[in-house]
C-alpha cells in the first residue's frame, strides 16, 4: 500500500486552505495597505466630529477661497468654509451611500442569482432577460433622468444605482453556483440523502463568499465614483457635505480656487484605488489557493538552481536521431525558487524506432517530451543537460533556431485531440498554413498535399474535413488530423504525448495502427509517452521506465515484460490487472 | 426478498434538446438488468454509451422518460426529491474524479459527517462511525482534521469510498472510480472494493471503459453500446468468448501489457475487421 | 444567418420597447410631483390638478404610454414643458456632439488598450506590471475630476486649449479638434485601464491553449500565431468589453460634457431633470435606449460572426 506511506506523498501544504487564503492576502502588501486606508477613511467618517479641525458649514467671508497653510490647513472653499473639516465629514455620505449600493445590489443579486441557478426553469429565464435589460442601461443617465421624479435625494439615487448594478451579483452567483451544482461532490451530497437548503448554506455559498467580496469592493469603488459624479453636475444633496459637491464648488471657483479640486479628488481616487486594490488583493489570494487545490501535487522535490554542466556530447553513434543525455527540468516558482522535475535523463531514439518512455503521472514523462520540443509552459527551463538531434544540440537553439527545427525534423502529436485544433479556423487552414510557411507551398499545391495526407491518415472525405471547423468532426478524427499535421512537413521524428489517452478503446487500436504503418513506411523514430502498458506492448520497440524524474530501467520491449529488472518496474507490471483471476458468479442459492 | 437488489426494466432516458422543438436526445433505449445482493455487475462502454447515464438514473441524478428501476422491489425511478433523501440509506455512490467529488474546503472529517448527520446520527455517534470508516478504508484515524488537498488520488478515492460506506448501503453505484487513477493505486483500490463487498455484502454496479477493470472485479458483465445493452452474461463469458460483434471488438480494441499476446490480438482484430467491415459493426 | 439575425432584431425591438416602457411608468408615475415642480413649491392643489389636467398627466399611465409610443414611432417625442421645442428639434442639435465625443474617445481608447493589453500579455515583466499600475490609477480617478485638472493646467494654466465650448466639425476642424481633444482624453483614460486590463487577460487566456502550443510545434513563427490565433480567439471577449465600454462612456460624456461646457445630450440630460422637463427626459432615455440596443445588436452579430460554432448554426 505504497499510496500510504508517509514518505511516498507530499502529505504538507497548509493546514487550511481558509487559512491559506488569509495567510497570502496577508504576505500581500499592496493589498494591505489597502485595507488599511479603507478601514482608516471608514473610522475618520465615522467620528467625523472628533477628527474634524472645525466645524464643516460654518461660512467666514474672510476665508473664502483662502490658499491652503494658514487657519483652514486646506484652506477655504468659495462659500469661506474650511476644506479639510468638509473633506472629513463628506466621507460620511458617500460611504453611507457606497454602502448602501452594494446592500442593494448584493441583496438582490444575491438570492436571485442563487435560485435561477438551484432552481433554473422559467425563474432563470426570466431573471436572466430582467438582467440582461438592466446592466445595459448607461447607470448615470438613467440617475440623472430619474432626478426629476426622486429629487435631491442622494441616499434614493444609490439604492437605485444598487438595482442597476444588481445583475453583477446575479450573473457572478449564478453562474459558481451552476458550476458548483455539476460538481460531482453536490451531486454525492444529493445521493447522501441531503436537502436542498443544507446543500446551498454547505457547499454552494461557501464557494461564492470570496467572489463576492470581491464584487463587492469593485462595486462600492464604483458607486463612490457615480455618487460624486451625480453630486458633481448639482444633483447631490446641497445641504450635506460630499467629495462630488466639494469638486462643484471647486469648478464654480476654478478661477479664483485652483487648490480646491484637488483634496476631494485625492479623496475619492485614494479611496476607490484603495477598493479596488483590496478586491484585486483577495482575487490574487484565491487564484493562489485554486492552482494549489485543483492541480495534483507535484511529486518532485525542492532543488537548489543546478549549474548548466557543460561537459562535453558523448560520442553520437549514427543510428541515433535523437539523444538525450543529462537532461535536468526545473520550474521557477514564485519565490524563485526552483523546483526540479526531471533529474538527469539520458534517452535515445533511432531512426525507424518507436521508443516508449512510460511512467505513472508525476514521473517526468511529459517534461521530458516536451523539453525536446522546447515548449516547456511557462516557467519551466531545460536546467542542464543536451538534447540533441542528428548531433546539433537544440537546447543551445535561439527560438527562431528551433522554429526551423519544430514541424520540419520534429513533428508532435498531442494528447487532448480537440483542445489541439484552433476552434476558429477551418481543418484545412490549419493543416495548409504550417506547410505553406515550412515548406515554401503554393496554396493550391499545399492544399493537394493536405488532402493526399488526410486521405493517408483514413479519412475518406478530405474536402469536407478540411472545410469544416473542429467542433463538426469526432475526437477521433480531430487526431487523424493532427497525425496529419504532424508529419505534413516531413519531419524526421515523432513525439507523441499520451496519443491515445483521450480516446476510446476502440479508436485508440486504430490510431495505434496508424502511427505504426507511418513509422515503417517513413522510417521515422517516434518517442511515445504514456502510462499504458498495453500500448507499449502495442508499438514500441524500446521502452524506458520513467519513475520520479528519473529512467529507472530501458530495454527492449520483450525483454522487459519478459524479464524486468527494476524492482519498481516489477511493481508496475504485476500491478496490471489483465491477467486478474476472474469472479465467479454468484450462486443463485447463496443470494439470500 | 426477491433476491434482487436492483431491478432495471425498459429503462429510457431523454433529455431535453437544446433549442425550440428540438427532438428528445433519447440516451438510454430500453435498457434491462439486474443485481442480486453481494453481487458486481460491471457496466463497460465507450464514451457516449450510455453507461454514465445508467448510473445517475439509478442514483436520481437523470430524468427517467419509460421504464422501471425498482431497488428491494420498490420504485424509485419516479421518487420526489424527499423521498429520493431517504434512499440514501441503502444506496450511494462513489464518482470517477476524486479531486471534484470532495468538496476542496471541507475536511475529511465533516465530508464523512455528511451523510451520517443527514440521517439524524448526533455528533459523538457520527465522530465514532467516522473512525471506523477510516480504518475500513485503512486510513489513518487523523486523516479526518485534514483537507481533500492533502491527499493524493487514491487516498481520496479511498474517502469517497469511506463516505458511501458511512451509512451501510445495500448498493453502491461506482461510475469510473478508478480511471483518474494510476495503475498502482488502480489495483489497491480494486483490492479494496472487492475486500469490503466480501465483509459487508454490499451489491455494486461498476461502470467502467476499462474492460479489464470490469473484468477483474465483476461477477457479471454488462455491456453497452449507443445507449443500448449488446450482451450480458458471467464474467468469463463476455471478457473471453463474448458473442455481440461490438464486444468482440471491444474485447480485442484493448492492448494487453504482453508483446506476444498483444501481436496475436491485433492480427485477430484485423482478421475480423476484414470479414466484417466497419460500416456493418457499427450499425 | 439571416434567421439569426431577424430574430435578434425582433428581440432589440421588444427590449427597447420593455426599456421605454420602464422608463416612462418611472417618470411619469409621479405625476403631481411633475406639475408641482414646474409650479414651485407655492402652487396651490387646484393649480397643479389644472396644469396635470391640461398636460394629460391625469389620465391612466398606460394610455398615456400607448399614446407616447404611437407619437415615438412617427418621430414625435413631444413638447418641451420649459421651451416648447420640440423634444426631436433639441436632439437633433445636441446627439452629434455627445456621438463625437463618445466615438472618437472609444476608438482611441480602444486602440490603445489592444496595444497596451497585448504588448502586457506578451511581454509580462515590467511592462505587465506597469499596465497594471496605470490601470488602478486611471480606473481610481472619477473622469470628471481628470476633465477639471485638464482644464486647469493645459486651458487655464496654460492656455493651449479652450476652456469650455464646442465647434462642429463641418464649421472648423481645427477648431472642433482643439474644443474636443481635453474632452476625449479624460473621457478614454479610465476606459483604456480597465479594457487594456481584461484584454490583456483574454490573450493571456488564449497563449496558455493548448492549439497554441500545437502551433508552435509546427513551427509557425510566434508573430503569425499571435496575429492570427491569438487575436481571432481573443476578439469575442474584446469586442463584448470595448461595447460595454461605449455605453460607459455614454454615462461618463454627461459628466465630461459639463466640465467643457459641450452642448451635447448630458447638458441636456441634467437641465430638464432639474426643472422636471419630463419629455425632454424621456427623450434623452430613448435616444440612450435606442445606442444601447444598436450597439448590442452589433455587438451580437459581430461575436456571432467571429465564432464558427454560433455562425455555423
Redesign the interface.
Same mark, same amino acid.
Given at each position: 500500500?505504497?499510496?500510504?506511506l508517509p514518505g511516498g506523498?507530499p502529505?504538507?501544504?497548509p493546514?487550511?486552505?481558509?487559512r491559506g487564503v488569509v495567510h497570502r492576502f496577508l504576505r500581500n502588501p499592496l493589498a494591505v495597505t489597502a485595507a488599511a486606508v479603507v478601514t482608516a477613511v471608514v473610522l475618520v467618517a465615522v467620528f467625523a466630529d472628533v477628527v474634524a479641525p472645525g466645524s464643516p458649514v460654518v461660512s467666514r467671508l474672510d476665508m473664502v477661497n483662502a490658499a491652503p497653510g494658514g487657519e483652514y490647513l486646506l484652506g477655504g472653499d468659495g462659500a469661506g468654509r474650511d476644506v479639510l473639516s468638509r473633506l472629513v465629514h463628506a466621507g460620511r455620505l458617500t460611504l453611507l451611500g457606497a454602502f448602501l449600493t452594494v446592500v442593494v445590489a448584493m441583496s438582490i443579486g444575491v438570492v436571485t442569482g442563487l435560485v435561477a441557478a438551484y432552481f433554473a426553469g422559467w425563474f432563470d429565464t426570466v431573471a436572466g432577460w430582467a438582467a440582461?435589460?438592466v446592466i /445595459?442601461?448607461?447607470?448615470? +443617465? /438613467?440617475l440623472? &433622468?430619474?432626478? $426629476?421624479?426622486i429629487?435631491p435625494n442622494i441616499l434614493v439615487s444609490m439604492a437605485v444605482l444598487g438595482i442597476m448594478f444588481s445583475p453583477n451579483f446575479f450573473r457572478l452567483v449564478r453562474n459558481q453556483v451552476i458550476a458548483v451544482k455539476n460538481?460531482?461532490?453536490v451531486?454525492?451530497?444529493?445521493?447522501?440523502?441531503? %436537502?436542498?437548503a443544507?446543500i446551498i448554506a454547505?457547499?454552494i455559498l461557501?464557494?461564492v463568499r470570496a467572489p463576492i467580496i470581491i464584487l463587492s469592493a469593485t462595486i462600492a #469603488?464604483a458607486a463612490i465614483?457615480?455618487q460624486?459624479?451625480l453630486e *458633481? +453636475?448639482?444633483?447631490g444633496d446641497p445641504a450635506t457635505p460630499t467629495w462630488g459637491g466639494m469638486?462643484q464648488d471647486? *469648478?464654480a471657483n476654478?478661477?479664483t480656487g485652483?487648490h480646491l479640486?484637488l483634496p476631494p %479628488?485625492l479623496a475619492?481616487?485614494?479611496t476607490?484605488?484603495c477598493f +479596488?486594490?483590496l478586491a484585486?488583493g483577495v482575487r490574487d489570494a484565491l487564484e493562489g489557493d485554486e492552482s494549489? $487545490?485543483?492541480r495534483? @501535487?507535484p511529486r518532485a522535490r525542492t532543488a537548489a538552481p543546478a549549474v548548466p554542466d557543460d561537459r562535453a556530447t558523448e560520442h553520437v553513434p549514427d543510428d541515433a536521431l535523437l539523444t538525450v543525455s543529462g537532461l535536468v527540468v526545473g520550474y521557477r516558482t514564485r519565490s524563485d525558487e526552483v523546483t526540479e522535475v526531471v533529474h538527469g535523463v539520458d534517452l535515445r531514439v533511432e531512426r525507424g524506432r518507436i521508443v516508449g518512455l512510460v511512467g505513472?503521472?508525476g514521473s517526468g514523462k511529459t517534461q521530458t517530451a516536451l523539453s525536446v520540443?522546447g515548449?516547456l509552459p511557462?516557467g519551466g527551463e531545460i536546467r542542464s543537460g543536451h538534447v540533441a538531434l542528428d548531433g546539433e544540440d537544440l537546447a543551445r537553439l535561439s @527560438?527562431r533556431q528551433m522554429?526551423?527545427?519544430?514541424?520540419?525534423r520534429?513533428?508532435?502529436i498531442?494528447q487532448?485531440p480537440m483542445?489541439?485544433?484552433?476552434? &476558429?479556423?477551418?481543418i484545412g487552414w490549419?493543416l495548409v498554413?504550417?506547410m505553406r510557411?515550412?515548406r515554401g507551398l503554393s496554396d493550391s499545391a499545399a492544399r493537394a498535399e493536405a488532402e493526399s495526407l488526410l486521405r493517408r491518415v483514413g479519412i475518406t472525405d478530405p474536402p469536407r474535413v478540411m472545410s469544416s471547423?473542429p467542433?463538426?468532426i469526432s475526437g477521433g478524427m480531430a487526431q487523424r488530423v493532427?497525425i496529419a499535421?504532424?508529419i505534413?512537413?516531413n519531419p524526421a521524428l515523432l513525439i507523441a504525448d499520451e496519443p491515445t489517452t483521450a480516446l476510446?478503446?476502440?479508436v485508440? #487500436?486504430e490510431i495505434?495502427?496508424l502511427i505504426r504503418d507511418l513509422q515503417r513506411e517513413r522510417g521515422l523514430g517516434v518517442l511515445l509517452v504514456t502510462?499504458? *502498458?498495453?500500448?507499449?506492448?502495442?508499438v514500441c520497440d524500446r521502452v524506458a521506465v520513467m519513475r520520479s524524474g528519473r529512467i529507472v530501467e530501458e530495454r527492449a520491449?520483450?525483454d522487459i *515484460?519478459a524479464d524486468p529488472h527494476h524492482p519498481y518496474t516489477i511493481?508496475?507490471?504485476g500491478?496490471?490487472?489483465?491477467g486478474?483471476p476472474?469472479?465467479?458468479?454468484?450462486d443463485?442459492e447463496?443470494? @439470500? | 426478498m426477491t433476491g434482487r437488489i436492483l431491478e432495471v426494466d425498459d429503462l429510457v432516458v431523454e433529455y431535453p434538446g437544446r433549442g425550440f422543438r428540438a427532438r428528445p436526445f433519447r440516451a438510454l433505449h430500453d435498457v434491462s438488468l439486474h443485481i442480486r445482493p453481494g453481487e458486481t455487475l460491471g457496466l463497460v462502454g465507450e464514451s457516449g454509451s450510455g453507461k454514465t447515464t445508467l448510473g445517475r438514473a439509478v442514483l436520481g441524478l437523470a430524468p427517467v422518460t419509460a421504464g422501471s428501476i425498482r431497488l428491494d422491489g420498490r420504485e424509485i425511478g419516479t421518487l420526489s426529491r424527499r423521498d429520493r433523501r431517504r434512499l440514501s440509506q441503502d444506496l450511494q455512490v462513489v464518482f470517477q474524479d476524486p479531486y471534484t467529488s470532495l468538496n476542496p474546503v471541507m475536511s475529511v472529517g465533516d465530508i464523512l459527517a455528511e451523510p451520517l448527520r443527514a440521517q439524524g446520527m448526533s455528533r459523538a455517534e457520527a465522530g465514532e462511525r467516522i473512525r471506523g470508516l477510516l480504518d475500513q478504508v485503512n486510513l489513518p484515524a487523523d486523516a479526518g482534521n485534514r483537507l481533500p488537498r492533502e491527499f493524493s488520488g487514491g487516498q481520496r478515492q479511498r474517502v469517497a469510498i469511506a463516505r458511501a460506506l458511512a451509512i451501510d448501503p445495500r448498493l453502491i453505484v461506482c461510475d469510473e472510480p478508478v480511471s483518474a487513477l494510476d495503475l498502482t493505486t488502480q489495483a489497491r483500490v480494486l483490492t479494496l472494493f472487492r475486500e469490503i463487498q466480501e465483509r459487508t455484502g454490499v451489491a455494486y454496479l461498476f461502470i467502467s471503459h476499462d474492460l479489464a477493470v470490469v473484468r477483474a472485479i465483476s461477477h457479471r458483465v454488462a455491456v453497452m453500446h449507443r445507449g443500448r445493452l449488446v450482451e450480458q452474461g458471467p464474467a468469463a463469458v463476455v471478457t473471453e468468448n463474448p458473442s455481440d460483434p461490438y464486444t468482440q471488438r471491444l474485447l480485442l480494441s484493448a492492448p494487453v501489457p504482453d508483446p506476444v499476446e498483444q501481436e496475436r490480438r491485433r492480427e485477430e482484430r484485423h482478421r475480423l475487421a476484414r470479414a466484417r467491415p466497419e460500416s456493418e459493426l457499427a450499425s | 444567418m439571416l434567421v439569426f439575425f431577424t430574430r435578434r432584431a425582433v428581440a432589440a425591438v421588444v427590449l427597447l420597447v420593455a426599456i421605454t416602457a420602464l422608463a416612462f411608468t418611472l417618470v411619469y408615475s409621479s405625476n403631481n410631483n411633475i406639475a408641482r415642480n414646474i409650479l414651485g413649491e407655492l402652487a396651490t392643489q387646484e393649480q397643479i390638478d389644472a396644469l396635470s389636467a391640461e398636460l394629460g398627466l391625469d389620465r391612466p399611465l398606460v394610455v398615456q404610454y400607448l399614446d407616447w409610443l404611437v407619437s415615438a414611432v412617427q418621430g414625435d417625442l413631444g413638447v418641451s414643458f420649459v421651451t416648447g421645442t420640440p423634444v426631436v428639434d433639441s436632439l437633433a442639435i445636441r446627439l452629434p456632439v455627445t456621438l463625437s465625443l463618445v466615438t472618437v474617445s472609444l476608438v482611441v481608447a480602444a486602440l490603445i488598450a489592444i496595444v497596451l493589453g497585448i504588448v502586457a500579455a506578451v511581454r509580462r515583466g515590467w511592462v505587465d506590471r506597469g499596465v497594471q499600475i496605470f490601470s488602478v490609477a486611471a480606473e481610481s480617478l472619477p473622469n470628471f475630476w481628470v476633465g477639471l485638472a485638464l482644464v486647469s493646467t493645459f486651458a487655464i494654466g496654460l492656455a493651449w486649449f479652450p476652456a469650455t465650448g464646442y465647434v462642429p466639425i463641418d464649421q472648423s476642424v481645427t477648431g472642433w479638434v482643439s474644443t474636443i481633444t481635453l474632452p476625449v482624453i479624460a473621457l478614454a483614460l479610465s476606459c483604456i485601464a480597465s479594457t487594456a486590463q481584461q484584454i490583456r487577460s483574454a490573450v493571456i487566456d488564449v497563449l496558455k491553449k493548448d492549439y497554441v502550443r500545437t502551433l508552435r510545434a509546427r513551427g509557425l513563427p510566434e508573430g503569425a500565431i499571435l496575429a492570427r490565433n491569438v487575436l481571432r480567439n481573443a476578439a469575442p471577449p474584446a469586442v463584448t468589453v470595448v461595447s460595454l465600454q461605449f455605453i460607459g462612456m455614454l454615462s461618463g460624456a454627461v459628466l465630461i460634457e459639463r466640465v467643457f461646457a459641450l452642448p451635447g445630450l448630458g447638458s441636456l440630460a441634467v437641465n430638464a431633470a432639474i426643472q422636471s422637463d419630463i419629455p425632454v427626459v424621456m427623450g434623452v432615455l430613448v435616444v440612450a435606449a435606442v445606442i444601447v440596443v444598436v450597439v448590442n445588436l452589433a455587438v451580437d452579430l459581430a461575436v456571432t460572426w467571429i465564432n464558427p460554432k454560433a455562425r455555423i448554426q
Open positions: 500500500m505504497s499510496d500510504l506523498e502529505a504538507a501544504g493546514p487550511a486552505a481558509r440582461n435589460l /445595459v442601461l448607461p447607470g448615470t +443617465i /438613467v440623472v &433622468s430619474l432626478f $426629476a421624479v429629487g460538481e460531482l461532490y451531486d454525492a451530497a444529493r445521493v447522501s440523502g441531503l %436537502g436542498d443544507r454547505r457547499h461557501y464557494v #469603488a465614483v457615480v460624486a459624479g *458633481f +453636475i448639482g444633483l469638486l471647486a *469648478f476654478l478661477y485652483r479640486f %479628488g475619492i481616487g485614494i476607490v484605488a +479596488i486594490l484585486n494549489g $487545490a485543483r495534483r @501535487p505513472e503521472s520540443l515548449l511557462e @527560438p522554429r526551423n527545427v519544430l514541424g520540419r520534429i513533428g508532435y498531442p487532448e483542445s489541439n485544433l484552433d476552434p &476558429s479556423f477551418r490549419q498554413q504550417p510557411r515550412a471547423y467542433h463538426q493532427l499535421g504532424a505534413s512537413c476510446d478503446v476502440t485508440q #487500436a495505434l495502427d502510462h499504458n *502498458f498495453g500500448v507499449v506492448a502495442d520491449t520483450r *515484460f511493481t508496475l507490471l500491478s496490471t490487472i489483465e486478474a476472474l469472479r465467479a458468479p454468484l443463485e447463496v443470494a @439470500p | - | -
